[in-house]
């Protein structure tokens, strides 16, 4: 049938040359933000893998030496190690929150969202420098148990793993809260309704239904908050830690030693680590999708 | 600004009634890479029709008047108003007026500024707009509605300024594209009376797409039944309804009661005799080439029960396999004898008549004019 | 959840849950406020309890030169910055939710990509080459490679707003008779006002918080808040820091007040209904 028709008459003149179309009328608006991104986004990062190849010893150099010395190497392992703790613990913290905002009701769903937002939009260095007031030799913490007689002598706080984390985790709760939240809006109440009347307590109903659709909004922070701490530079900067963040190696080899070269190479690294971090999101996301589970 | 409508600024002033634009359709077609969702087709609508596109969702009704409005370009053809071909026309310069679906108020605008935006657009003066657009809100019946903002409105009201909005500039060519699909039952029927009035008051030519059948036959002067992407028949609602030529077409169309042929008997003029598989003599008509129809299709409402069944021309002893009654009539379902086939029918409903029992025989017949043949496919 | 609220055990279950979440919000919130006793003690180093409360480096932070030139900077910086961004996020987004653009994929991901990417890397890339070009430490250095970073807010903002309508609205309006531009000006302008409000407001305080970029493509002459709140940190930590972050604190707080406000009167305005989805 379909073939029937098609054909029969003498075909005229193809058009699309010359018919109007309101959707090709779009291109041109690209002009200007490709003209922005390509000059100081995509031309930067093209430098920085040139500039990585331009040591003395050869194109290769830089990377030879990342992958031998570990004292170029190590911040590389050490960064992707905190990105993961980071992410688990965000995550771990933030799904109750999530879940006690999108349930909550009228006034106390404002206060929380303004609970979460304003440190969004907060600058990490005031955030950072608010963890070293009170992470530091005399800071609050310690001024604190000093005066309650708790300990003798200031505890190390800062410029340890564990401090650094912590207030890495507070930086990054915002990020891992509000992609969980628009998840858990997005759920149909009635599935719940029905998942009970189907006889299912409250245990399996979140096992087997409500945490199943929760699953964009779980990709969505853990991709955000893990490839954010990849880049993370202020807070480890001033906090310190056991090891240094790659993003803090980078920034050191080119103020303190000069060492452009070596510092591109970490920043290719680093460019690629959270390229590859963002393809297996997408990858993970658009299965997630195509077996219907949102 | 190389116009290919003259009547651009010529139709601001004068309104001239019963001056409706030609279209016509030539070998048009739209592909998306492999996908054809149109093809070819040639159709010629005639200067103040009110012209009905109906098919089901995806048949390319709506591509078809995506492209006469300028949204889609055609990958083939040419499409002619008044004889000038207007696939290179953006569609601000068509001067075409169109209703959408769901009306594309602009929720920012008040309702005298959406029906007064056309106008400003035509560059018309201000005192001009105000008093087209008070005639325009009388036209509908709006009058005093002209300060409130489109979400106030109630839908039909909604309805009603897109109506406006789309005539106030006079087109002399009116795109509607499911205008009443939105609407409730009740409403829409009392909106097709409004659009049939208002369609005679402008004498624009109207397009008009649906997939609801009966909204179609109610306002069409003709109409084209489409599916998968071509045109399945073109006629007026009642050729279509009568004499479809199709099954698609006899089905899409009312309830349609098929009979499935396996020989052609006898030919007499325009009447045939068939046989179907199951071994009955049919007598029907046969309105062309009867090589290509491989089925009877009946009406429920032409079939006779009873006695009375005995003089038509048809004449069969079935069994009746279901019995309802809806809203003014009952509705069997009778198996004729020796055979798969099973007949719809519809018999006026009155306190006199006795539904008849399932599992009961029954007079069933039909004249051979209330029979035609189709393609089966 | 609720379904079985009558069991004790679940009631437990989801008291002990509020908790949790009630003291992570505390986490969330309390550090960033220990700024605040901080700012208003009187000593030049931290006591804990503060021995009195004074105003004194609020008014040591209100007659400091570099603040004043650094607060004058981030504005001269963040304004064109958020402008630039807000024009081309705009333009792209037009582009890739109403136009049929190729590799829409591919463009969207490219157009957010800004966001995701450390800056760090970015800055290792544009500081060379805006020193070969005498850019690095002048107002258009810094200006452009905050337009490229905060564009992407205002493409997300402004994608998500022209999601909420139908185009039928645009190809109404062309119908009518408004070409592209009247279209633009007339109809997706206000419809997507609130959006582009917002995106605008985003890379302002995305701008004005941003510290890496900063550090490498200002001069002390161009030195935004952040590099200068760095600066010191790093060499000569006083209270005044406390008191310039509280007042920048209160600074952000309005911004996204006035974002807040700005979203909410557009949806008023349009009364709610943006047009009925397809």
């Known amino acids: ?294 | 600004m190389n116009m290919s409508n003259p009547d651009f600024h010529g139709s601001l002033h004068a309104a001239p009634a019963g001056r409706g634009a030609a279209v016509e359709f030539d070998h048009i077609s739209k592909d998306y890479g492999d996908l054809t969702v149109l093809h070819e087709t040639s159709l010629r609508i005639e200067p103040g029709e009110l012209f009905a596109l109906i098919g089901p969702s995806g048949s390319g009704k709506s591509t078809l008047l995506g492209m006469l409005a300028g949204f889609v370009p055609p990958s083939y053809g040419a499409i002619r108003v008044d004889g000038t071909d207007i696939v290179a026309v953006p569609p601000y310069r068509r001067n075409i007026g169109m209703v959408f679906q769901n009306y594309a108020l602009f929720p920012h605008m008040s309702v005298a500024e959406n029906i007064g935006f056309p106008l400003k657009m035509r560059g018309c003066s201000r005192g001009e707009i105000a008093e087209r657009v008070k005639r325009a809100l009388a036209m509908v019946r709006l009058d005093s509605m002209g300060e409130r903002r489109p979400a106030q409105l109630s839908g039909g009201q909604q309805q009603r300024v897109a109506l406006a909005r789309a005539a106030v500039y006079d087109p002399r060519l009116l795109l509607m594209d499911e205008p009443l699909g939105a609407l409730d039952k009740n409403l829409r029927e009392e909106m097709q009376e409004e659009i049939k009035r208002l369609q005679r008051a402008l004498g624009a030519t109207v397009i008009y797409v649906t997939h609801d059948q009966q909204e179609a036959a109610f306002l069409a002067d003709r109409l084209a039944v489409m599916r998968a992407g071509m045109l399945e028949q073109i006629g007026t609602p009642r050729q279509l309804y009568e004499m479809p030529g199709t099954h698609f077409v006899a089905s899409f169309l009312g309830e349609a009661s098929l009979l499935p042929v396996e020989e052609l008997l006898a030919r007499d003029g325009r009447e045939v005799r068939v046989r179907t598989p199951g071994g009955l003599v049919i007598r029907a008509l046969a309105p062309s080439r009867v090589s290509e129809r491989r089925a009877v299709c009946l009406r429920p409402e032409n079939i006779v029960l009873g006695p009375a069944a005995r003089e038509r021309d048809n004449h069969f002893l079935g069994v009746v396999e279901e019995a309802v009654f809806t809203t003014g009539s009952l509705r069997y379902r009778v198996r004729l004898p020796g055979s798969d086939s099973v007949l719809t029918v519809r018999v006026p409903s009155h306190p006199g008549i006795e539904l008849l029992a399932p599992g009961s025989s029954v007079d069933v017949g039909w004249d051979a004019a209330m029979a035609v043949t189709i393609a089966d496919d | ?278």
């Open chain 1, 1 to 294: 049938m379909a073939d029937a028709r098609a054909g029969t008459g003498a075909r005229t003149q193809r058009t699309p040359a010359r018919a109007w179309s309101p959707a090709r009328r779009g291109i041109w608006l690209l002009v200007p933000p490709l003209l922005l991104l390509g000059l100081f986004f995509v031309l930067p990062l093209a430098y920085v893998l040139i500039q990585s190849g331009s040591a003395p010893k050869g194109p290769f150099d830089t990377y030879v030496r990342i992958a031998r010395e570990t004292s170029l190497h190590y911040p590389l392992i050490y960064t992707f190690r905190t990105a993961a703790i980071v992410t688990v613990f965000a995550l771990v913290l933030s799904y109750p929150v999530a879940f006690l905002i999108s349930r909550a009701r009228g006034r106390w769903q404002l206060v929380a969202m303004t609970l979460v937002l304003v440190p969004f939009w907060t600058s990490a260095v005031i955030r950072s420098y608010a963890w070293l007031v009170l992470l530091q030799r005399r800071g609050i913490i310690n001024e604190a148990l000093l005066t309650l007689g708790l300990v003798d002598r200031p505890l190390r706080l800062s410029n340890t793993d564990i401090g650094t984390h912590v207030a890495m985790v507070q930086i990054m709760l915002p990020f891992m809260i509000l992609p969980l939240l628009s998840s858990m809006r997005a759920i149909d109440p009635s599935v719940l309704r029905a998942a009970a009347i189907l006889g299912a307590n409250p245990a399996r109903q979140f096992a087997h239904v409500y945490f199943p659709l929760t699953l964009p909004g779980v990709g969505a922070g853990c991709a955000l908050v893990f490839i954010s701490t990849l880049g993370f530079y202020i807070t480890p900067a001033l906090l310190g830690g056991s090891s240094t963040m790659v993003a803090v190696a980078i920034e050191q080899q080119v103020s303190r030693l000069l060492d452009w070269p070596l510092a591109s190479a970490l920043a290719t690294v680093l460019l690629v680590l959270t390229c590859l971090m963002f393809l297996l999101y997408e990858r993970l996301n658009s299965r997630l999708a195509s077996r219907g589970g949102a």
């Open chain 3, 1 to 278: 959840m609720r379904a079985n609220a009558s069991e004790p055990l679940w009631r437990i279950v989801g008291l002990g849950l509020t908790g949790f979440a009630v003291l992570v919000l505390i986490y969330l919130v309390a550090p960033t406020l220990a700024i605040v006793p901080l700012s208003l003690s009187p000593d030049p180093f931290l006591r804990f309890p503060p021995p009195g409360v004074s105003l004194r480096w609020y008014e040591a932070f209100a007659h400091s030169i570099d603040y004043q030139l650094a607060i004058l900077n981030s504005l001269k910086i963040g304004i064109p910055a958020a402008a630039l961004a807000t024009a081309c996020g705009v333009m792209a987004a037009l582009a890739v939710v109403r136009g049929a653009v190729p590799f829409r994929r591919t463009l969207a991901a490219l157009l957010i990509a800004p966001l995701i990417l450390p800056q760090i890397v970015l800055a290792i890339g544009l500081f060379p080459l805006m020193a070969k070009v005498g850019l690095v430490g002048t107002y258009p250095g810094i200006v452009l490679a905050h337009a490229v970073v905060t564009m992407p807010l205002v493409f997300i903002t402004v994608s998500a707003a022209l999601r909420t309508y139908t185009p039928s609205f645009e190809l109404a309006a062309m119908t009518l008779g408004a070409n592209p531009w009247r279209t633009f000006v007339h109809v997706t302008f206000p419809m997507i006002r609130a959006g582009i409000v917002v995106g605008f407001i985003f890379a302002l305080t995305f701008s004005f918080d941003e510290l890496i970029l900063a550090m490498f493509l200002t001069s002390p002459t161009t030195r935004t808040v952040p590099r200068l709140l760095w600066e010191q940190l790093n060499y000569q930590m006083t209270p005044i820091i406390a008191a310039a972050t509280v007042v920048l604190l209160g600074a952000t707080i309005a911004l996204l007040c006035l974002a807040a406000f700005a979203a909410t009167r557009s949806r008023h305005l349009s009364g709610g209904a943006k047009g009925v989805q397809p």
